[in-house]
């Protein structure tokens, strides 16, 4: 921890944690606006805007990383502070006549434009009239201060607020510290002894024996690589991507069908992250000429405790999660294997992900850029749909607004829609490496491969191999 003088006052200021420094890695190589998060919440119902504004800034308040800021010091190192509180207005944007597409354009441009990175508010947070009678509010919020689970909790505490203040509701419990959660993460950091053991597990996994890429347009990359280097044992490949333009895909599957896959989930007890890695690795395995050996890069949240839930901030690390399954294991012996395997990366899920990709690949001696996952998957399972606070039945509407650009080739998040909790697959993808066309395909057998399983989760590997 240093101090800072910062417009005169005195100001305790922190290190970068490592899913921070992951972020700030990512604009060194991609466009500032890489890091900027535009999201949108609208009801179908007038609102009190004075109301709205006044539970908006008390969201502020609570939530303390959307007051985090940044300042380097004489070297160039970034470090980050708390401002105590927040003046700046909250327009009303009344987009009411337009249409909705344009909406979003208009959205998505705003978006784009990166915030300045020190001594500077790392979110807008803006009031909207959108088309059809529906309003809400509009944030563009920086990466390297909140991920999805920060911004929508922050997002449903201003709905909470205004409830409270418009219905008279009970008013959303406190946030915890999310200083204090940032000192501990730094103590971990610290070459504490929970390092060291999360290190030597990690150092077990790359060494025991090299993964083998898969990817998510079949095996055409691999090998023009292998001729290429020369190497037609390689088992790496890289995505080549020469520009950082990128584009979003977003599929709905519908009520019925995702509350089949949650049943599923439910009856068999497991988890819908692990469901949907058992068909993301099966598309994989299909589309590689039913290679076994399956790698996909897992985002964890790292929330496990209740500081980690309710303190905000950015959490999100990422790991390679491997699994080898021979065609004669059954659909649900394969979706727990991926438990036990995700339990294991979860217990070792605080290391610093971008020193594990610099260890893997010495260790390795793979290129610089060249992987062994070419796809990588985050389940959201919060929404704004939340029991406890009664409110007026109204539709929803919730957006995730482009930037323009991504920081890796193909990035696919799952999140249930806040009306009816049907699942959405968002896509996002860079344009020059990934087209269209091959994720509606990959969408497309990702479902099949879905359905095939939990119609019956005794059929084998091989069997839903041939089927699909």
Known sequence: MKEFNINGAVMKCYPLTAAQRMHFYTIKFSPPQVLCIGTGVYVKQELDFVKLKEAIYKAYQMFETMRLRFVEDEDGTMYQY?????????PLNDFSNWKEEDVYKELSRRTSIPFERCNSPMNVVEMVKMPDGYNGIYSKIDHMTMDSSSIIGFSR????????????TAMPKPMMSYIAQLEKDLAYENDSEAK???EKFWMEEISRSEPMYTDFAGQGRLLTQRRENGNP???????????????ISVFHLDEYASVRLMKFCELNRVTMSSLLMMGMRTVLSKFNDDEKD?????????????????????RIHF????TIMEPEMTFLDGIKLIEAEQNKVFRHANYDPIELTRKRGEYW???????YESISLTYQPLTLKNNTVKMPEVDYKSYWYTNGVAAQPLYLTVMHRPDDNGLNFNFEYRTDAVTKQEMEFFYYYLCRVL???IEDENRTIGEILELI
């Open 319 to 322: 790991f390679p999660l491997r």
């Open 451 to 453: 359905f095939r399983g």
């Open 233 to 247: 044992e390689q088992r790496w490949a890289r995505v080549v991507s020469r520009s950082p333009e990128a584009s």
């Open 294 to 314: 399956v790698s996909v890069k897992c985002n964890v949240s790292r929330r496990g405790t209740l500081s980690e839930k309710n303190s905000g901030g950015t």
């Open 196 to 198: 060291k053991r999360d």
């Open 82 to 90: 708390i401002s105590p509180f927040e003046e700046r207005d909250i």
């Open 365 to 371: 001696k793979i290129q610089p850029g060249a992987s």
């Open 157 to 168: 505490t201003v709905i909470e607020i205004y409830c409270a203040l418009v219905y008279g």
